[in-house]
Nanobody, 126 residues
Framework: QVQLVVSGGGLVQAGGSLRLSCAGS????????LGWFRQAPGKEREFVAR????????WYADSVKGRFTISRDNAKNTVYLQMNSLKPEDTAVYLC???????????????????WGQGTQVTVSS
């Protein structure tokens, strides 16, 4: 079973940057596509970005396109989310999860994913 550990969150001013990491516990991590999601208080979990096993192609929510970049280093069993030009509305807990093959949901749906990491808080002040 793969375990995912998320790190890199924090408090940043609007316009600033953060890089999140999602590290997998096993080598099989590289066999999966992976998604980043976020959840703000009182709101549903929201798709942010997705990356395939090889690192391309990638997909982004419209709200982060052009500001966030997802990438991966399979040698380190790690997927990154580089977040630039952060806005107060980006404030949320950010989570990563593995895209499980065969689940008949859109890649933007949390139901398609499993082995969720614990999440990291990102707070953007105005």
């Amino acid at each position: 079973q793969v375990q995912l550990v998320v790190s890199g969150g924090g408090l940043v001013q609007a316009g600033g940057s953060l890089r999140l990491s999602c590290a997998g516990s096993r080598g099989t991590f590289s066999m999966y596509s992976l998604g980043w999601f976020r959840q703000a208080p009182g709101k549903e979990r929201e798709f942010v970005a997705r990356i395939t096993q090889s690192g391309a192609p990638t997909w982004y929510a419209d709200s982060v396109k052009g500001r966030f970049t997802i990438s991966r280093d399979n040698a380190k069993n790690t997927v990154y989310l580089q977040m630039n030009s952060l806005k107060p509305e980006d404030t949320a807990v950010y989570l990563c999860a593995l895209d499980i093959p065969g689940r008949s949901y859109s890649y933007t749906s949390p139901a398609r994913y499993d082995y969720w990491g614990q999440g990291t808080q990102v707070t953007v002040s105005s």
